[in-house]
């Protein structure tokens, strides 16, 4: 294979299913983020016609292996594949990081593949991408609670803001001045807030 029929490869390999990467996947994702912010081609070190034996490959290869947790190579299958997913989705958004965020303006950008095993580049990466997960994760809790209110206690949006998690403190604060009952509404909502982790 060429570079050039690895670059006619790219819009079809990165448009697959997660599940089907693999560290050739990476690299083409990669390449394909850098020709879209660079408008040429990433130059790949000559791999003798397979994808899979460059020096790009190898460093993607090396991510995954830091990136996936210590026991990866002993986990069953089932497990060994939601890992998998969990990395793969990982070096992913890491790349998208790098070239979005990271290097998005200035002088200094993205020039190669040995930049994302940089130990600095990644431990700045993962305390970024875990609170965007913290984050992530409290929406998604959010969201249910006021899937529950509208089923349950539908009354409550008459008399209060339920659009963010910080107008729980405010509904707490009423609850605690008015002293209300706990088949009220609201101590009904600020309950279930609590039972599912948003309080």
């Not at 294979?1 to 448009?15: A, G, H, K, L, R």
Request: aromatic share 12%; proline share 4%; charged share 30%.
């Amino acid at each position: 294979m060429t570079q050039d029929e690895f670059y006619e490869n790219i819009p079809n390999w990165i448009s697959k299913d997660k599940n089907t990467w693999n560290h050739i996947t990476l690299v083409a994702y990669f390449c394909h983020k850098y020709t879209k912010k660079h408008n040429v081609r990433f130059r790949l070190v000559k791999w003798k016609g397979n994808p899979g034996l460059g020096k790009e490959s190898r460093d993607f290869a090396k991510l995954f292996d830091t990136i996936a947790s210590e026991d990866y190579k002993s986990l069953p299958a089932p497990g060994k594949a939601e890992e998998r997913l969990r990395v793969i989705t990982k070096i992913k958004n890491y790349i998208d990081w790098m070239f979005d965020y990271k290097f998005r303006s200035g002088e200094r950008s993205v020039t190669g593949t040995r930049l994302f095993l940089e130990p600095s580049m990644i431990n700045e990466f993962e305390r970024m991408y875990g609170e965007m997960l913290c984050l992530h994760t409290e929406k998604i809790a959010f969201n249910k609670l006021v899937g529950w209110a509208r089923d349950n206690v539908p009354d409550i949006f008459s008399s209060h803001q339920l659009e963010l998690p910080s107008d729980l403190g405010i509904i707490s604060g009423y609850v605690e001045t008015y002293r209300l009952n706990d088949d009220e509404p609201e101590s009904r909502l600020l309950a279930k807030a609590r039972e599912i982790g948003v309080l």
